[in-house]
């Protein structure tokens, strides 16, 4: 029987025992569930860089929190008071002990409960450091306490809208989170009130309470409650939204592994689910709750529903898949993946059959291999003066182009992939694969963001796939003479499959500065918004939706600019509705600009055998 | 019974008094603007999947309106789920959702 | 149901019927299978009314079996018509009677046609000159047999012995008239009381004391169809459209059908067995179907013909329950007797349907 | 110093109302003829009104307001039989042979509804549950409940456009232009008095040609859930429980089509009043094919009929809504006006 036991340590032992069990029967059992793939990718990296990237991350995510201070500094602020402040308190604490007793393996709970075992003063300097420093860690984590209690009540100092509504187990395991450090604060300062072993505030404090009530026999009632509430909170864990905590470590490793989502509802998905704090920064990212769209859910409560069991197909068919959240939430889930999986559960067995495109095959008799194939896409075919101009330019860089879908056109496949039915989509894509390999060219080009997206991602073609603004990127230079003054002022707006879709933002945009001037948006980017023509989402209707596009037309119409340009046939549909400013391709502008002569095509000798640089 | 020839043949009209409206039901439950069509034919015109074959949205919507859901499954499966009909409707209808919605009713048979 | 707007419609299509005089021409279909239907008319005109009829043995088939067959050229069938007034005209007659329904409406279109083109009329009369040297006049009058009777529905029932009431309760039958499709479809003027709501049955049957029925499908063809019948791949066609319209009158609890077209009367009598052998299905009571007659056998009746005189033994459906409910007397013996005495031979007895 | 010209409205509906209260401003002397007992012509019979449902009794009470300020004398009970008219000079004839005469004559004798028992294959007065618009108005107004002839809730409704309208066999190739709205108008008023009821239109094209007409149909349409079937209907007949069997094509579908109605209201058209052709032809005035009266120079001059001093006004001249025939009317009293002051005295 060691030298420093009580009862009261009971509680806590229990929580911080029975804890890691817990944790460890679910985590190897979503580990088991883990792909052969997966396993397979774990094995090679563990003893490599990989590992220890994963270190730096958890250390940056889960104690510095950098994702949220890119949110908000406050916000982030909080959390980082919380976890960082909290290590570094159980550190420091087995730090204290460890030079107090000299004793690595001293009693688990006895870093926790030093002050209660250890009542006579500190004499070395280092000690008294020591315990100024655990004085001030509590104070640090007061500080974030005292947010976070703010942010409950006022959720806008911390830059939040809405913030999520709990379920009871995440409301008690709150409570008793927030009962911890005030507990702790008042067992240390009772007994410091007549051990005198405290430090700046709890020695104080203590006095100050012993004024008032006979700390010395409160202090074992709150010694007591402190470990009680420290054991009830460790054992809430695995069952309240706190098992983020320890998951997200988790995660992180895998991640840097290179494991990801998928296709498939897999262990990886288990991990990627509890991981997720019900922070809420999803809600007020979404679009769909800032035009408050009936019926809408934002992914933190997507995840709810899907853990508990409870997600219905209306509900995750009605999200724009637009990916704003997946930029931003600060555990990196790839929620758009997760919410598209769902979809594939509800829907993948819909019948389908195309039969009918049989070995069909458009008729292009005198172009015979050609070094470039045009997809315009179903969309594009609706605003045919992308088209024409793409023609246009082909014609004027004098390539050997072939126009896959310019009469007959077979869907890409990715609005049914959206739908959920991937069965239906990999037949359609099927025999565009077909078509696009026969005709023996080396390169794709593409109008529309939706299908570039999936030729990259889905058909596996081994040719070079470009949207048509990297395309143009490539072929078009400022000619020299050209006024650089002369440049229309443009905004421009950034079609999601394209930029968060496929990680294309600066082509466009240098593009565009050959002949204009683009003028910034404080929401572009990552940042910028859906358009809300969306195939993403099935449900929302259409009065709805003209919210959202009104709502993000009105943030492109920067009054400096003359007119706000896109790259997506279907954003330029939906923003032209409710822009008071003319909305134009970059195509159509790179065409007009031709004319004018503003602008010259420059191609350089390539494999894909393109003709020499021409001047016009 | 002696072979006649020929048959009494059922009548080809649409008897909205003794036809199934279960399907029309579930639809109008799901996607309120299903019953928004005024059958202008713009998304038969703008059909992708038309181009290739006789299929039609503006008639699948209106058969099941009418509780015709003979061969439904046939036509429906032809649909590539593009959405440019959903684009052109004039009225807003969800093309894109009814769709999806009657793939659903057809693959869980009953449940609606 | 209101009467009250049937009457303001039979008032608009009050048609000339010529009283006395007439020249009367022979059905194809009637002749053949309600032979009995025509002599009783031709009695009940000359004996019961003290009409003058005439018939010419010279006169032909209409050739409207062929014409709605589309077998037979335009010229060709006014030609044939040409000749059958011809015929009327040489007999010095100017009312023409016809006892086929088609062969009315064929007549009222020819005439129609040579109103708005003299000059078709013309070359008719040149073919005819050409093929027989015969000339002819117009009828002044052109009335179905059906007209004639309904022209004396009043005097007929004077002299009834029966009325269409069943004898024991008195209460009225309940009637269904079918009016053949060629009566006044195609020009509802030429027909009593017009297309839609025709008085020509109807007016009949309310002054012999029964009920007409109006069901959803009265209007509806009885399902011969002519081509539709003639060609066997269409006959399913044509039972069905006879089917339609037995299924849309069973409620009522019809005790007869009546028609003025023998086409009609034919396939609404024979489908009856028609369709209880391929789906075991018979209308009317007691698995019996619904008996069917012409209005000549329906007048014969009225004014107490023997029912085996009018020749309904020749009928599918077995009249005798409406006979017994109209109390008219019949010796079941005499049914297939011939008027020799001899036997007819007796009809095979269907599966399904009780006869 | 001329003496007061004198003008004579025949006709004490809207169109007449309307016109009288407009001489205000003037010192002629107005008389309205109304052959009714009371003024306001059809607005007696109608309930409410597309397409914002302002009702009947309320458009009325405001014509009269205007009438009085015309300080028009109006005689009801007095039906014109004859104009005979020379040169600056007309003269009435009452059907009780009063005579009247004045220095101008406007006609706004409006219109009646097409006879719907005339489209014979709907069997109107034949079928106890098929009526029509006007019967519904007149249902409404009573304040009675919807009932079928057999004295229940009617749970199926189907509504009949173009009934006596674009209708060769009816003898009327015109369209009534105001029949589809009011379609859709009585449609929602019945949802409004029976939300479970079902309501089924059947319309050859719905011409929703005015201000806030298409916003009514899709009101119909999306917040009242009312069916529209395009396809005009063949024939009715009666079922043995005196509910009615309609055949109809779907043309959009290409299909015949066949239901059962509890109740078919059958959406009559507008022919020019009784005895207006009569009268027309007294005072040898033109018509339109239709039996309307005909206007001068279309587009111009729209109220002149062919008799200098003879004027025309509202629905006897062509079919149109009441809005439109108020200020028909109006016109027609400045166009009046004009004509008077410029009229050479002799």
């Known amino acids: 029987m060691s030298a420093h036991f009580n009862l009261f340590v009971i509680p806590f032992c229990a929580g911080i025992t029975i804890l890691p069990l817990l944790l460890l029967w679910r985590y190897v059992k979503w580990f088991r569930q883990l792909t052969g793939e997966d396993h397979e990718k774990i094995r090679n990296k563990l003893l490599s860089i990989a590992s220890l990237k994963a270190f730096k991350e958890v250390f940056m995510e889960c104690l510095i929190h950098r994702r949220i201070f890119k949110v908000n500094p406050l916000l982030g602020y909080m959390h980082m008071s919380l976890a960082f402040g909290w290590f570094l308190l159980i550190v420091v604490g087995k730090f204290e002990t460890l030079y107090y007793t000299h004793d690595v393996a001293n009693e688990i709970y006895y870093p926790v409960f030093f002050r209660f075992f250890e009542p006579s003063p500190h004499e070395s300097m280092l000690l008294k450091f020591l315990n100024a420093s655990m004085d001030f860690l509590l104070f640090f984590i007061f500080t974030g306490l005292m947010l976070a209690i703010a942010k409950r009540f006022y959720s806008r100092i911390t830059g939040l809208k809405k913030i999520t509504k709990h379920s009871t187990t995440d409301r008690l395991s709150l409570t008793t989170l927030w009962l911890i450090f005030p507990l702790r604060l008042l067992a240390e300062s009772t007994t410091a009130s007549y051990t005198g072993n405290g430090s700046f505030l709890t020695q104080p404090f203590g006095e100050f309470l012993a004024t008032i009530i006979p700390a010395k026999q409160f202090s074992i009632v709150f010694w007591w409650m402190y470990s009680t509430v420290l054991g009830t909170f460790l054992l809430t864990i695995p069952f309240s ?152 330019i082909f014609k004027a860089a004098n390539l050997n182009y072939l126009f896959l879908d310019e009469k007959d056109s077979i869907c890409c496949g990715r609005p049914l992939k959206l739908s959920g039915q991937f069965e239906a989509a990999k037949a359609l894509m099927e025999s565009n694969k077909n078509l696009i390999i026969s005709s023996g060219a080396k390169t794709l080009v593409t109008s529309c963001p939706i299908c570039y997206k999936t030729f990259k991602e889905d058909y596996d073609l081994g040719i070079r796939i470009l949207h048509h603004s990297e395309f143009l990127a490539e072929i078009i230079n400022k000619r020299k003479s050209a006024i650089k003054t002369e440049g229309l002022k443009i905004v421009y707006h950034d079609p999601c499959e394209l930029g968060r879709g496929s990680g294309i933002y600066e082509q466009p945009r240098i593009l565009l500065e050959k002949f204009s001037k683009l003028v910034p948006i404080n929401q572009e980017k990552e940042k910028a918004l859906c358009c809300g023509g969306s195939l993403g989402n099935l449900s929302i209707r259409v009065d709805e939706r003209e919210k959202i596009q009104k709502a993000t037309a009105d943030v492109l119409n920067s009054p400096e600019a003359d007119c706000i340009a896109t790259s997506c046939p279907m954003c330029k549909k939906s923003i032209a509705q409710y822009s008071g400013k003319p909305v134009k391709d970059i195509a159509e502008l790179v065409a007009a600009n031709l004319e004018t002569g503003k602008i010259i095509i420059k191609i350089k000798k390539q494999e894909d055998k393109v003709p020499e640089m021409i001047e016009f | 019974m002696k072979d006649w020839g020929y048959k009494i043949i059922a009548a080809r009209q649409i008897d909205l008094d003794s036809n199934d409206l279960s399907m029309a039901d579930y639809i109008s439950r799901h996607e309120i603007s299903f019953k928004w069509c005024i059958g202008c034919g713009s998304c038969s015109a703008t059909c992708t999947a038309a181009q290739f074959t006789d299929f039609n949205p503006r008639k699948v919507n209106l058969l099941i309106q009418r509780g015709e859901t003979d061969g439904l499954k046939n036509e429906i499966s032809k649909c590539m789920m593009c959405g440019k009909c959903q684009i052109i409707c004039p009225k807003g209808v969800n093309t894109r959702n009814i769709i999806h919605h009657i793939k659903r009713a057809l693959s869980n048979v009953g449940s609606f | 149901m209101a009467s009250e707007g049937k009457k303001r419609i039979w008032e608009e299509y009050q048609k000339e019927i010529a009283d006395d005089h007439y020249f009367y021409v022979r059905s194809c279909i009637r002749q053949t299978f309600f032979p009995g239907a025509e002599t009783v008319f031709l009695n009940i005109l000359r004996k019961d009314l003290g009409k003058d009829v005439f018939e010419d043995a010279r006169h032909t088939t209409c050739t409207g079996i062929g014409y709605h067959s589309d077998i037979v050229p335009l010229d060709t069938i006014m030609t044939v018509i040409a000749r059958h007034f011809a015929l009327m005209t040489e007999n010095g007659y100017k009312n023409f009677v016809p006892s086929c329904v088609t062969s009315f409406g064929l007549y009222t279109e020819v005439l129609e046609t040579w109103k708005h083109f003299p000059e078709i009329e013309n070359k008719i009369r040149e073919f005819l000159w050409k093929a027989t040297k015969r000339e002819f006049n117009k009828p002044e009058n052109l009335a179905h047999a059906s007209d004639i009777i309904y022209k004396n529905r009043e005097k007929i029932r004077e002299k009834s012995k029966f009325l269409l009431q069943n004898s024991i309760t008195g209460k009225p039958l309940n009637v269904v008239e079918h009016i053949g499709c060629h009566y006044a479809k195609m020009f509802p003027s030429s027909g009593v009381g017009g297309a839609e709501f025709p008085h020509v049955l109807s007016g009949m049957i309310e002054s012999w004391g029964g009920e007409v029925i109006d069901y959803p499908e009265r209007r509806h063809c009885c399902g011969f169809g002519f081509r539709n019948y003639l060609i066997k791949a269409n006959r399913g066609y044509s039972v069905s459209n006879s089917k339609k319209k037995f299924e849309s009158m069973q409620p009522y609890k019809p005790d007869f059908i009546v028609a003025n077209c023998p086409g009609c009367s034919m396939f609404l009598d024979r489908w009856q067995y028609t369709i209880a052998e391929m789906e075991g299905i018979t209308y009317g009571e007691n698995g019996m179907g619904i008996p069917v007659l012409t209005f000549e056998e329906m007048a014969g009746l009225v004014l107490g013909y023997s029912p085996w005189e009018l020749g309904l033994q020749m009928h599918q459906i077995s009249v005798e329950p409406l006979l017994d409910k109209m109390g008219i007397p019949y010796r079941e013996e005499e049914k297939y007797l011939g008027k020799n005495g001899r036997s007819l031979g007796q009809p095979q007895k269907p599966q399904f349907l009780i006869v | 110093m001329s003496k007061t010209k004198r003008i004579i409205i025949i006709g004490g509906g809207p169109a007449g109302m309307e016109a009288a209260g407009a001489f205000n401003h003037t010192d002629y002397q107005v008389t309205v003829l109304e052959k009714e007992k009371q003024i306001g012509g059809k607005l007696n019979t109608w309930y409410k009104l597309f397409p914002n449902f302002k009702s009947g009794t309320e458009v009325k009470e405001y014509l009269e307001e205007t009438l009085k300020k015309g300080k028009a004398s109006v005689l009801t009970n007095s039906e014109v039989v004859n104009i005979s008219s020379d040169k600056n000079n007309h003269q009435i004839t009452l059907k009780d042979g009063k005579t009247l005469t004045g220095e101008a004559i406007l006609i706004a004798t409006g219109f009646q509804p097409f006879e719907a028992d ?182 111009v001059q729209t109220n002149e009929s062919n008799i200098p001093g003879i004027f025309l006004t509202g629905t006897c001249k062509e079919p149109l809504s009441l809005q439109e025939t108020l200020t028909d009317a109006r016109a027609a009293s400045a166009k009046l006006i004009s004509y008077l002051k410029e009229m050479k005295e002799d």
Not at chain 1, 275 to 297: L, V, W
Not at chain 4, 133 to 148: N, Y
Not at chain 4, 158 to 173: A, P, Q
């Open chain 1, 241 to 392: 939204r706190y098992m983020h905590i320890p998951t997200e470590i988790i995660l992180i490793f895998l991640r840097n592994y290179g494991i990801r989502t998928g296709n498939h509802y897999s262990g990886f998905s288990e991990y990627e689910l509890q991981s997720c704090s019900r922070c809420g920064i999803c809600i007020d990212t979404c679009q769909m709750n800032g035009q408050k769209i009936s019926g809408s859910a934002q992914m933190v409560y997507f995840l709810r529903d899907l853990r508990s069991n409870i997600l219905t197909p209306e509900l995750s068919e009605n999200c724009m898949m637009c990916g704003k959240c997946n930029d931003i939430c600060p555990v990196a889930i790839d929620l758009t993946q997760q919410r598209l999986i769902q979809r594939k559960n509800h829907s993948n067995n819909f019948p389908y059959n195309f039969s009918y495109l049989g070995d069909f095959n458009p008729e292009e008799p005198e172009r015979t291999s050609p070094d470039i194939i045009y997809f315009a896409g179903c969309m594009s075919h609706l605003s045919p003066s992308i088209i024409h101009s793409m023609i246009k």
């Open chain 4, 118 to 299: 005339r489209k014979e294959e709907y069997g109107y007065k034949i079928y106890d549950n098929v009526i029509t618009s006007v019967d519904l108005e007149r249902l409404f107004s009573s304040g009675k409940p919807i009932l079928t002839s057999t004295g229940k809730v009617p749970e199926r409704i189907g509504f009949i456009h173009c009934v006596g309208s674009r209708d060769k066999k009816s003898g009327n190739l015109y369209c009534s232009r105001v029949c589809c709205v009011t379609g859709v108008k009585q449609a929602i008023e019945i949802k409004q008095h029976l939300p479970e009821a079902k309501i089924f239109n059947f319309y050859m094209d719905l011409r929703m040609y005015g201000q806030d007409f298409e916003e009514l149909y899709i009101e119909a349409q999306q917040k009242w859930g009312v069916t529209f079937i395009r396809g005009r209907v063949s024939e009715i007949g009666q079922n043995i429980d005196s509910t009615l069997q309609l055949k109809a094509e779907d043309t959009l579908l290409g299909r015949p089509l066949k239901m059962n109605f509890d109740l078919i209201v059958l959406l009559v058209g507008m022919v020019p009043t009784a005895g207006a052709e009569k009268l027309g032809c007294s005072a040898s005035l033109e018509f339109t094919s239709g039996k309307f009266f005909r206007v001068m120079g279309k587009p």
